[in-house]
């Protein structure tokens, strides 16, 4: 690597670590501390976990009851069979902006109470408490207490001439050392305008002269324009998947996570597979454990064998490093750990797929932005399933077996083949990364060749055999046989493929029809009709062997790559010829979509709004069909650009608020 292309990439981490530095501090640090209790017997309160919580804003249940699932000490308060009673006490102080008189108000389930300079306010339904305060600092106590149901818990206030809101973080401190630090945000701002300075004097610079420091930095970062963009989306791609990746989805909103943690804990601690089953008739009754654990019921059996043990592996591996002493102390924020790693890796793989179905430069970024930022997929990758780990089986299968790939074809076949036979350790829908990697192989003619990677893969399917005959292969049948009850049962499943799901809620459903949308209109394209092999493959597969219930959100993880790199030709076509049917179905698909979620309910259904969407998606285009004048294209190039920018935005500022908006969504239909 030359030394301007190593200057590029180390001004590249420099920019990340400002970037996370301004974001961190322009994030604040105000709060108040929490302690969370539960009631023991007798009316005895035992604390469970501490924590600053930046305002006390708790519309759904999911951040309150996560300070105790997540940190239960099993040795300490014994076993959870249900939810607890619990308490939660807040404590710190209250800087209040100017002397007026304040309104305060609580929306809880549960009792709660408030004091401020340790006088009493009362608290009533649906009602508003007026209290004089002076302008500083004030002690504020808060306790809620719930017994039963589901949390619910919104301090807020309303200043003098100013609407009720919950109270925002910058007039919380848990103490008076936090208070009088309240400068983070303007040294924030500070940096963020240093930053932008200091890049438009070195862009300047550069221009100038190419010999000195700033010249050879320009040169590098333009000799390195695509992989940092690359990177670039990656960084964006980790914060949005890290952004409360605990609690959205939900915990139990598909207790299989829990199978595959389970299970790998359990290899990993007593080589044997044991996790919860959906088939537990097919399970000898002194080989199953029943039990309710925070109130849901799970039936535990060994050995298991729902489902096969590649991907549990290093999920039981992240739960024993972060401290499970026992199969029940997985968490979500560690298990869950390992579908975000995965999913960062699938997109330096989607990158080079891309480029391998040959997509241009930027068609191939606008895909791993598309990946990056869109909502549905982001909440799929989060999900502890197997089908996270296939994801990248599949595309690195179809990368070994691309023509004129280096090492020869010999070596891809056999590439293949190994991540064929990895593929049905990770999930029985591993048939279809060995279905697609033959026919791709028998499509370039390589009839040996293909002969060579299923039969490597036929090899890895009766070592699997072999594993479970090393337990009780009799039992295997029985759960085989239990599977297979419950597929091939409807058509409807081909239809459930095309609604967006994360688990079994309808979410993005414009955005995820416009990736199917985008990927029909690239396979018209001539010579990329092969990204459609696979997803026709996969799809059929899953639609031919899904449960009767329901074609799960997860199910489709291994789809989105190929979507995405539809989307990104897409993209890259919209942009350059910036037409009207182009853009207009982007618009009213994936941008309406995006715009719904990420604005506030009022304004989303309001009629202005409405007027000026469909103004910005239809008029910049109108004048090209009657003229096609240099202004005209202009103005339609730029129209295209601000629904890619309002759709990149969007689904970033969804993601912000993504727990309470996913909270609020219409249940599975």
Not at 177 to 206: C, D, E, M, N, Q
Not at 296 to 311: E, G, K, Q, S
């Amino acid at each position: 690597m030359s030394s301007t292309r190593r200057l590029a990439w180390a001004a590249g981490a420099v920019a990340s670590a400002w970037l996370l530095l301004v974001g961190s501090l322009l994030q604040g640090r105000g709060g108040l501390e929490g302690t969370y209790s539960f009631v023991g017997a007798g009316g005895q309160e035992v604390e469970v976990s501490r924590r600053l919580d930046p305002r006390l804003d708790f519309p759904v249940p999911q951040r309150l009851d996560a300070a105790y699932i997540f940190h239960w000490d099993y040795q300490k308060f014994g076993f959870p069979s249900a939810m607890p009673p619990y308490v939660v006490r807040w404590r710190g102080l209250l800087s209040v902006p100017e002397t007026g008189t304040y309104g305060f108000s609580v929306d809880a389930q549960g009792a709660a109470s408030l004091s401020i300079d340790g006088a009493s306010i009362e608290i009533r339904p649906d009602a508003t408490t007026d209290r004089p305060l002076s302008q500083g600092l004030h002690p504020i106590a808060v306790e809620y207490r719930l017994d039963s149901g589901d949390a619910r818990f919104v301090l807020s206030w309303q200043p003098p001439g100013r609407r009720q809101q919950p109270i925002p973080q910058d007039f919380l401190a848990p103490d008076r050392g936090h208070a009088s630090a309240s400068g983070g945000k303007t040294i924030g701002w500070g940096l963020l305008a240093a930053g932008v300075v200091a890049a438009v004097a070195l862009w300047r610079r550069g221009g100038r002269s190419r010999d000195g420091f700033a010249g050879r930095l320009l040169q590098g970062l333009q000799e390195e324009r695509p992989r940092l963009a690359l990177g670039a989306i990656v960084l964006l791609a980790a914060v949005l998947r890290f952004h409360d990746y605990a609690l959205v989805p939900f915990h139990h909103e598909t207790a299989d996570e829990y199978q595959h943690a389970w299970e790998g804990w359990h290899l990993l601690h007593t080589l044997q597979p044991a996790a919860w089953t959906t088939f537990p008739d097919a399970y000898p009754p002194d080989q199953a454990h029943d039990f309710r654990w925070f109130g849901d019921r799970y039936i535990v059996v060994r050995p298991y064998f729902d489902h096969p043990p590649l991907f549990s592996i290093p999920v039981g591996i992240v739960c024993s490093f972060a401290g499970a002493r026992s199969f029940l102390e997985c968490t979500l924020p560690a298990m869950r750990l390992v579908p975000i790693l995965l999913s960062l890796a699938g997109l330096l793989l989607l990158d080079r797929l891309a480029r391998a179905y040959g997509c241009s430069e930027r068609a191939t970024l606008l895909a791993a932005l598309v990946y990056a930022v869109v909502p549905v997929v982001i909440l799929g990758q989060r999900l502890v399933k197997a089908e996270s780990l296939l994801a990248l089986l599949f595309m690195g299968a179809l990368l070994a077996v691309r023509p004129n790939r280096p090492g020869g074809p010999a070596r891809g076949a056999v590439t293949a083949g190994i991540l064929g036979a990895l593929s049905l350790w990770t999930k029985a829908t591993g048939l279809g990364v060995v279905a697609v990697t033959a026919i791709a192989l028998l499509a370039q003619r390589r009839r040996r060749d293909a002969l060579v990677a299923t039969g490597i893969a036929g090899a890895g399917l009766l070592l699997y055999l072999g594993y479970a005959a090393a337990y009780d292969f009799g039992i295997f049948l029985e759960v085989m046989q239990g599977q297979a009850s419950s597929k091939w049962v409807s058509a409807e499943s081909f239809r459930d493929l095309l609604g967006g799901k994360a688990v079994v809620k309808w979410f993005g459903g414009g955005t995820y029809l416009w990736l199917w949308i985008a990927l029909a209109v690239a396979a018209l394209r001539r010579g990329r009709m092969t990204i459609l092999v696979p997803v026709a493959v996969y799809a059929t597969l899953l639609a031919l062997s899904a449960d009767h219930r329901v074609v799960y959100g997860w199910y489709r993880v291994p789809l989105y790559p190929f979507l995405c790199i539809a989307a990104g030709v897409y993209l890259d076509e919209m942009l350059q010829e910036s037409d009207l049917p182009r853009t207009f179905l982007f618009a009213m698909t994936a941008v309406v979509s995006a715009l719904l979620y990420a604005l506030p309910e009022a304004v989303g259904q309001s009629r202005p709004v409405l007027y000026l969407f469909a103004a910005a998606a239809l008029l910049p285009f109108l004048p090209r069909i009657v003229t096609e004048r240099p202004w005209a294209h202009r103005l339609a190039a730029g129209g295209a650009i601000v629904l890619l920018l309002l759709f990149v935005v969007a689904n970033v500022a969804t993601v912000g608020g993504l727990l309470e908006i996913y909270s609020r969504t219409r249940g599975t239909q």
